[in-house]
């Protein structure tokens, strides 16, 4: 029976063993992505008085390298640029950037990893906000898995990141102001795993929001959450898996530190489960429901749901066809007195597509979707359509290829 230490290890030993580039203990990962070329009705989603369509896309390579410190000791470092572009809309042009470093220690039965990490993006921002928003986040992530027995494991991981938003403003609103603040998050993770193609986790967590700015120091909040869960695992079965992804269930409380709020609870949680018919047929499914922090000052947080499913027929080794449709909705569960009837969001998204195997790297995805928002109790619909395509070369794992889940 695998173990959850030990195949993290391998996991990040893999890596490091089959990476394209060699150069003496130096191994690399490469990729270019030519994503979303093609024609967007209305960049701002209704934000504005008119549509404002346009032709973009999103071009830039990222890399990989991972160097042995020690014979189990291993550091990696990731870096991905991008440059969005606009035909009409030039103010939307933006380059991105984010980079990270990780060092992995790694044992049978101890796996540890030390983590920090830079985003600066320009990227659609939230719900609320449908409009490009430049976001500059520094995290910091540490994470220890002891595997104490052939079934079970338990692992600890803090997290703390900064946000700040440099000035931006909406309708008046400061967003540096009102929403620069530090996240921490401490971990506690307890996995059981009885069989080689599944195993169950149970995830307790506290949260921090602290504001960086007096007049939004009335937004510090704290967070209680136990969540539930299960994850498929076929990488580790010798025979593979129908199954694949896994989900999770808890609960979570929000505690404003300022008396004048209520406190806040519901159900929360994320999943994404692909399940493979046959040969020809896979379907999926997925969620996510949680709190994040509002661009209100008098609402604090705001509750997303967000489900959906979709499916995939492989028509050859190198042709698939795929649908998917994306529903979901926000909602403020904070009150203060006086307070005046806050919006409701709702979101649909159809999208289709047709995949292509150029190659033993290339990859090319043609596509189309077709989204609706609609704003309650004032019945506003805004409506949104794109058709374009993506073009890929090679790939890197990434900054989180390995499977520690979160609540946030």
Sequence with gaps: MAQNANWMASSVLTLLRSAPWKMGMLRGYRAFTLGNVGYDSDIYYGFEDKEYPDFTFTAGPSFQWFVPLKKLVIFDTYQQLQGAFYAQNKKERAFNYRTHAQVHFLSKKFYGKTALSYDNSRRRFSPELILNIREEQIAWNG?????????????????????????????????????????????????????????????????????????????????????????????????GATFQGGFSLGYIYL??????????????????VSITLSRWLSVRGYYA??????????????????????????????????????????????????QATVPTYKFTTLSANIGLKLGKEWSFNFFGSMSQRKILPVERKLNRYFIGFSLSFGQVPGENFLPIPSLI
Excluded: C
């Design 143 to 239: 994470l220890m898995l002891w595997q104490f027995s052939r079934t079970g494991a338990v692992a600890w991981q803090l997290r703390t990141a900064r946000y700040n938003y440099r000035n931006a403003e909406y309708e008046g609103i400061s967003l540096d102001r009102e929403l620069n603040r530090r996240e921490i998050y401490a971990d506690t993770f307890l996995y059981f795993q009885p069989n080689p193609k599944f195993r169950f986790v149970l995830n307790g967590q506290v949260g921090f929001y602290n504001f960086k700015y007096p007049e939004s120091r009335t937004r510090d909040s704290r967070s209680y959450a136990v969540l539930g869960g299960l994850e498929f695992t076929p990488e580790l079965s010798p025979t």
């Design 255 to 272: 505690e404003p530190k300022n008396p004048g709020y209520q406190p806040a609870s519901d159900i929360v949680g994320n999943g994404s």
């Design 289 to 338: 429901r949680n709190f994040s922090v509002s661009i209100y000052s008098a609402l604090l947080h705001y509750l997303s749901t967000t489900y959906g499913g979709g499916l995939t027929f492989r028509l050859s080794d190198k042709v698939s066809l795929g649908n998917n449709i994306i529903l979901g909705q926000t909602d403020y569960p904070f009150e203060t007195e006086g």
